[in-house]
C-alpha cells in the first residue's frame, strides 16, 4: 500500500480522529436517548426520562453540537484528502479549525463533567427510591463516550494549534 505524501499525514490523522470523535459521540447520543426508567411511589408510576435531568439535556446538546461540528470537519477533510491540494488550502480554513476545535472541545468536555456530577449527586436518591442502577449506568455510560470524544477532539486542538503558526 503506497503512502501518502507527507503534506497529507496531519490531514489523514485529523480523519481518523474526527472519525473516532463521531463514532464515540453516536453511540454517546444512542445510549443517552434511550435512557428512561419507571419509579413506583405510593401506587402511582412515574416515568423518568434522560430529558427530566438538566445536565442530561446539556449533555444532549453537547453531543449534537459535536456530531454537527465534526461532520463538517470530516467534509472539509475529506475534500482537502480529494483535492491533494494541500499548498493552497487557505488559511480560513485553518483560523476556522483552530477556533471551532477549541470550542468544541471545551463544550464536550463540560457536557461530560455535568452528565457525571449529576449522575453521581442523583445515585443516593435514586437508589433510596428504588430506582434501578441501569438508568444511572447508562448515563455514566453516555458521559464517559462524550469524553472519549473530548480527548480525541483535544488532540484535534493540539494538532490545529500546531498547524496554524506554519501557515499564517
Same mark, same amino acid.
Given at each position: 500500500?503506497?503512502?501518502?505524501?507527507?503534506?497529507?499525514?496531519?490531514?489523514?490523522? #485529523?480523519?481518523?480522529?474526527?472519525?473516532?470523535?463521531? #463514532?464515540?459521540?453516536?453511540?454517546?447520543?444512542?445510549?443517552?436517548?434511550?435512557?428512561?426508567?419507571?419509579?413506583?411511589?405510593?401506587?402511582?408510576?412515574?416515568?423518568?426520562?434522560?430529558?427530566?435531568?438538566?445536565?442530561?439535556?446539556?449533555?444532549?446538546?453537547?453531543?449534537? =453540537?459535536?456530531?454537527?461540528?465534526?461532520?463538517?470537519?470530516?467534509?472539509?477533510?475529506?475534500?482537502?484528502?480529494?483535492?491533494?491540494?494541500?499548498?493552497?488550502?487557505?488559511?480560513?480554513?485553518?483560523?476556522?479549525? =483552530?477556533?471551532?476545535?477549541?470550542?468544541?472541545?471545551?463544550?464536550?468536555?463540560?457536557?461530560?463533567?455535568?452528565?457525571?456530577?449529576?449522575?453521581?449527586?442523583?445515585?443516593?436518591?435514586?437508589?433510596?427510591?428504588?430506582?434501578?442502577?441501569? =438508568?444511572?449506568?447508562?448515563?455514566?455510560?453516555?458521559?464517559?463516550?462524550?469524553?472519549?470524544?473530548?480527548?480525541?477532539?483535544?488532540?484535534?486542538?493540539?494538532?490545529?494549534?500546531? #498547524?496554524?503558526?506554519?501557515?499564517?
Amino acid at each position: 500500500m503506497p503512502t501518502p505524501p507527507p503534506s497529507m499525514a496531519p490531514r489523514m490523522t #485529523a480523519l481518523i480522529l474526527r472519525v473516532l470523535t463521531f #463514532a464515540f459521540l453516536v453511540a454517546s447520543l444512542a445510549i443517552l436517548t434511550t435512557d428512561t426508567t419507571t419509579l413506583e411511589i405510593r401506587d402511582e408510576v412515574f416515568k423518568i426520562r434522560f430529558k427530566d435531568v438538566y445536565s442530561y439535556r446539556y449533555m444532549l446538546a453537547a453531543i449534537v =453540537f459535536g456530531i454537527a461540528y465534526t461532520v463538517l470537519q470530516v467534509a472539509f477533510t475529506l475534500n482537502h484528502i480529494v483535492k491533494r491540494n494541500a499548498e493552497t488550502s487557505g488559511d480560513g480554513n485553518l483560523v476556522f479549525d =483552530f477556533y471551532g476545535d477549541k470550542v468544541i472541545s471545551y463544550m464536550l468536555a463540560t457536557g461530560a463533567a455535568a452528565a457525571i456530577g449529576a449522575t453521581k449527586d442523583m445515585k443516593p436518591l435514586l437508589t433510596a427510591l428504588g430506582v434501578s442502577n441501569s =438508568f444511572l449506568n447508562k448515563g455514566y455510560a453516555s458521559a464517559s463516550l462524550l469524553l472519549l470524544g473530548f480527548v480525541c477532539t483535544a488532540m484535534l486542538s493540539v494538532l490545529s494549534s500546531y #498547524a496554524l503558526p506554519k501557515k499564517v
